[in-house]
Nanobody
Framework: VQLVESGGGLVQAGGSLRISCVVPGLAFDDYVVGWFRQAPGKEREGIASCRNPEVTTSYAPSVKDRFTISSDRAKNKVTLQMSSLKPEDTAIYYC????????????????WGQGTRVTVSA
């Protein structure tokens, strides 16, 4: 499974940014897709997921109400729209496929993109 990410970059605090991921050939309805991130010196954390075809979304508390995940099943594309960005959102963001979120709110995934860097300046 190949995941191709795009977007990311440098933005000022309070700004917005969008990152996307295309997964050619994947049957989107068979998988939960979404995003993780890893900040410097911290563990990778799951932040947003989307289950198709019912488009059920889930967010980590740290990004809820600021980030929006969307899925375009016709294009095999998942997008994360990030708003009201904070310096603590600075991280490498990873697209992920086949995500599992446990009852203890532990996030796991079986397939990963290469990561795209997002830097939020104060």
């Amino acid at each position: 499974v190949q995941l191709v990410e795009s977007g990311g970059g440098l933005v000022q605090a309070g700004g917005s940014l969008r990152i996307s991921c295309v997964v050619p050939g994947l049957a989107f309805d068979d998988y939960v897709v979404g995003w993780f991130r890893q900040a410097p010196g911290k563990e990778r954390e799951g932040i947003a997921s989307c289950r198709n075809p019912e488009v059920t979304t889930s967010y980590a508390p740290s990004v809820k109400d600021r980030f929006t995940i969307s899925s375009d099943r016709a294009k095999n594309k998942v997008t994360l729209q990030m708003s009201s960005l904070k310096p603590e959102d600075t991280a490498i963001y990873y697209c992920a496929v086949d995500i599992l979120v446990t009852y203890e709110d532990k996030w796991y995934a079986n397939y990963w993109g290469q990561g795209t860097r997002v830097t939020v300046s104060a």
